[in-house]
Structures are given as C-alpha cells and as structure tokens.
C-alpha cells in the first residue's frame, strides 16, 4: 500500500505543477504596467533645428544637450521665450547626449566617444570630464548617483566624483525587457525614460526595475510641427511638481501632468 501511496503523490504532482505554473505566468502578465493618457496643461516655444538628445530644468531655466555631428550643443534656454540664453557648441567629431545636474554640476554625455563633459551649471563653462566605456544616450541623477542609459534595457547608476560605475539595473514590464532606454528623468521617486522609437514614456521603479506605468503621449508630435521625430526630452521642475517634454525637432515643449495613482505605486 505504502509504494501505491507514494505512486499517487508523484501522479498528482506532475498534474498540479503546470497548474501553479500558469498561475504564476498569468500574474505576471497581468502585472504589466497600466498606459495612462497624457493631458496637456501648457506649451511653450522650442528650437526646431535642436535635434534634442538631454533635457532638465533648473532654477527658471531649461538645459538642453542637442546631438548630431556639427551641430552638437548644451544650452540654456528662458522657458517663456525660447531665447537662448547660453550656447556652447561641442567639438565637430562629437555627438551630444544626454544631460543631467548633480550638486550645481551638469554632465553631458556623448554617443560613441566614451567621454562625458562637466560644467558649471550657472555659467555652463566647462570645468572637467570623465572617461567612460560604451554608449552614451540618457542621463539624471537621484540626488545620490547619476543614471545612465545606453540603448540596451539596462541603466547604470554611476558615481557622480568619479563616473565610476556602482550598479547596473535592469528594466522590464512584466516579464518583458525594454531596450532601447533613451533620455531619463528622476521625478518624484521614479525614473522616467523615453524609449527609442516609442511614443510612450516609461516610469520606472528604481529599486526593482520594473515599469510602474506609462505615459501615452503620442498625442504630442502631431502639435509639434511637420519637422518632428520621436519624443526625446523629460525635464521636472521639482519645486513647482511641473513636467516638461519635447522631442527632436519639435517647435514645442510641453507641460503634461505626471499621474501616479496610489492603487499602482502600492502594488508593487
Ligand atoms: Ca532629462
């Protein structure tokens, strides 16, 4: 009887794993992140020449890193008016990334050239640079590291004295990867990505990886003038809770609210 016995149990458990297996593939289906809409609350002027590749704001003002060879650039831009208050130009072999500030320093990366630009964040005279390895696209900082993306479904954290790499973080939406990671914004506790070739932006947890929800906001290129290519440009006023987004070649920057239901950031 007790060899019977033993029979049973193994006989029920091949039969019941696969059930608990595709349980456990169903939850995690189901905990792709939600899309939420995007609703416009303001705009303002912007460069359609700026082929946009980094985006912040800061103290009033927009900074803004432009890519492409010959016309790679950081400025610093009057929101209101679109004036260029500040522009300096990157060397002609250099294409310009993404941007970040850290401790009234801003850093810009570029593409392939593994070398990453600091300048002082008032007068964005250039005060120093690091070397790196790989690609540059996006960057901004929690306040502690500066986060790095470089086109895979990976971000690096990095140390803001050294650029030395600390982590790297890898990003999915449920079980999926997302490649691609492009511009970055921290805000309010998440990291916010543009990613290559999508008119959604990602809100990432910075802990686990996972997309929290995304922004759809192919509603925006069309009002950003015939010229526009995809979206590539968060910048979050934290004083005021205000987000920002444009693209490249967009004549517009965007005010868009930022939602982050309760019921979403609790579940994860
Ligand atoms: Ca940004």
Known sequence: MHKYHIII???????????????????NFL???PIIN????NSFPHDESAYTQGFLYHDNFF????GKHGHSSIRKIEPESGRLCTEYKIDQNLFGEGLCLWNKKIFQLTWKSGKCFVYDSKSLARTGSFKYKGQGWGLTSDGQFLIQSNGSDSLTFRDPHDFKKINTLKITDGN??????????????????NVWYKDKIGAIDPVSGKIKFWLDISNLRPLAGKKAEVANGIAWDNKNKRLFVTGKFWNKIFEIKLHQPKQITSDL
């Open 9 to 27: 149990g193994l006989v029920a458990l091949v039969l019941i794993l696969p059930i608990f297996a595709a349980k456990s593939h169903a939850r």
């Open 31 to 33: 905990h792709k992140a």
């Open 38 to 41: 995007c609703k416009i609350l």
């Open 63 to 66: 900074y803004e890193s432009t």
């Open 176 to 193: 999926t990867k997302i490649s691609r990671l492009n511009e970055l914004e921290y805000a309010d506790g998440v990291i916010l990505c």
